[in-house]
Structures are given as structure tokens and as C-alpha cells.
């Protein structure tokens, strides 16, 4: 069986899990990543790979060219996604053992909070960034407030930030709240506070200003580009970055937290006010 066939069906099988679209592509660009590289070794085409050519001795050459260009993380992740696929071909009986455990895997790394550093960091981000800090090619600030205020006020990851539309604000003024979709395709109801709604209605109302013309039904994005698009991952990204360095404060922001901080700082300051674990587990969206 070829190996890019095998794949497919993996997906396929994996249908019934409900992945989210941005753990499936995570998935893809992982087994692509060494595809390629598995093509160089073997000496074939990727599209000619069979399931026979997938040995330890071939994914473990693969993956040490994929660690030489590759963050710890990045490989970790890899490895796993791999390690799932050759199990699921254990399982169809298209190879008789799963070869993972002949290729070496970085040690995961401890899971220890992010925040920002310094007790008042979060609302001297907040304040430059209300007062036009940020020097854009087309300033906004309405949406720069906005979207460090999901981070530090709704702890939303990027991409849970970037699948809101103007439905997911839901309740009556006093009583909104975020309808988010996190990972795995888990629901949650975050509350937002008035000072939240205030920042909400501010940005949307500086949308239909700056897009008249603008499509702004219940499926529309909320967060959008300097040209009324969905904002991109990258975008989001350098968008924030941004913020602590013309706020100057990017010398208080992790190593390769930047808006997962955000994130960070909001679970942290929940915990510091006397929030359960359970409640904060909530309110993240983490499963455990």
C-alpha cells in the first residue's frame, strides 16, 4: 500500500474523533514534513513511498534530518503524530510492528505557566495599546485592546481567537458572554465583564466605520484585518509581538510564550484571586 494512501485512510479513521480543522492540519504538515525527508532516504519518489519502506532504520535517518531544522517542540509533536499513524497500520495489519520506538524523541518538556513578568504588566500593555502605542501602517487600537483583552481577560488561545464571529458574543448587555470552540471541539461559555463589553463594542464600532461597505452577519469573523478580512495566524501573532515592543515591554514577555502569555497571565491571576483548579480548567478549556 502506498504510504500517502495509508495516510488518508488514517484520517478517514480518525473521522469519528471530531478533530478540530487546526489539529488536522497540524497532523498533515507533520507527516508531509517527513514524508519528504523519508523520500530522500529511501531514494524515492513521496508518492511512490510504500508502507514496507516505513523501518526504523529509515524514520530514524528521516527524523534526524528533521531535528537538525526542527524546535524540540516541533519534533516532539512529529514524533507523536507519527507514532500515532504507525500504530493505526499495526491495527489494519499493513505492518507487523510499529517501528516509532527505534527512533529517539526529545523529553517532554515540564508544563510550567508563562505569564508576563511584573505585577503591572498586563494593564500597562492594555493602556498603551488604548492610546495608539502600537505605530502601525493603518493604527488601530480598537482592535489591538481587543485582542490583548481576550488573552488577558477571556484567556483565548490564537485560534480560538480567530474562530469567533460576531455570534459568538452572546446574552443581553450586563450578561454577555463568549461562546468559544476550543480544542478538540470542546464548547465554552467564558462571562465577559462590563469593562470587556465596553472594549467588544468599541472595536465593532470602529469596524462598520472603517468598512462601511463590510459584511457583518452572525457568521462573520470578529477579528479582522487592516482590509476587513478574517485575521491570519501570523497576523495575530506580529500583531501582538508588536504591542510589547512599542508598549516596551517585551523584555517582560517569556521566551516563545508572546500571545500564549496572554493566556498564561489570565489563568495565573484567576489562581491568585482564589479560583479553583476545576474553575480555571473551565475557563481554559483544558480537558484535564
Not at 517501528?99 to 494593564?123: H, Q, W
Not at 472595536?203 to 472603517?210: G, I, Q
Request: net charge positive; with cysteine; charged share 25%.
Amino acid at each position: 500500500m502506498d504510504v500517502l494512501a495509508a495516510q488518508e485512510a488514517f484520517f478517514q479513521a480518525r473521522r469519528p474523533r471530531k478533530d478540530s480543522p487546526h489539529t488536522t492540519a497540524a497532523y498533515r504538515r507533520d507527516l508531509a514534513g517527513v514524508n519528504a525527508l523519508l523520500g530522500e532516504v529511501v531514494g524515492r519518489e513521496v508518492g511512490e513511498l510504500r508502507v514496507e519502506d516505513l523501518t526504523g532504520t529509515h524514520l530514524r535517518s528521516a527524523f534526524g534530518v528533521f531535528a537538525d531544522s526542527h524546535a524540540k517542540s516541533s519534533v516532539l509533536r512529529a514524533w507523536s503524530t507519527w507514532n500515532q499513524f504507525l500504530t493505526f497500520l499495526v491495527a489494519e495489519d499493513l505492518v507487523p510492528g510499529n517501528p516509532m520506538g527505534a527512533v529517539a524523541r526529545p523529553k517532554t518538556p515540564p508544563l510550567v505557566p508563562k505569564p508576563l513578568r511584573g505585577e503591572d504588566t498586563p494593564e500597562r500593555l492594555l493602556a498603551a495599546a488604548a492610546e495608539g502605542a502600537r505605530k502601525a501602517r493603518d493604527p488601530w487600537p480598537e482592535r489591538d485592546v481587543l485582542v490583548l483583552a481576550l488573552g488577558l481577560v477571556a484567556g483565548l488561545r490564537s485560534v480560538e481567537m480567530r474562530t469567533l464571529t460576531l455570534a459568538s458574543v452572546v446574552g443581553r448587555s450586563g450578561e454577555r458572554r463568549l461562546h468559544v470552540l476550543g480544542k478538540g471541539n470542546r464548547d465554552r461559555s467564558v462571562p465577559i465583564e462590563p469593562a470587556m463589553e465596553r472594549v467588544v463594542d468599541e472595536y465593532l464600532a470602529s469596524c462598520r466605520k472603517r468598512f462601511p461597505q463590510g459584511r457583518f452577519d452572525r457568521g462573520s469573523a470578529l477579528l479582522r484585518d487592516r482590509h476587513g478580512e478574517p485575521i491570519g495566524r501570523g497576523g495575530l501573532e506580529y500583531l501582538v509581538r508588536s504591542c510589547f515592543r512599542w508598549a516596551g515591554l517585551h523584555d517582560r514577555v517569556p521566551s516563545g510564550a508572546n500571545l500564549h502569555a496572554l493566556r498564561h497571565t489570565f489563568a495565573t491571576r484567576l489562581a491568585e484571586e482564589g479560583a479553583t483548579a476545576s474553575e480555571i480548567m473551565a475557563l481554559l478549556g483544558h480537558a484535564t
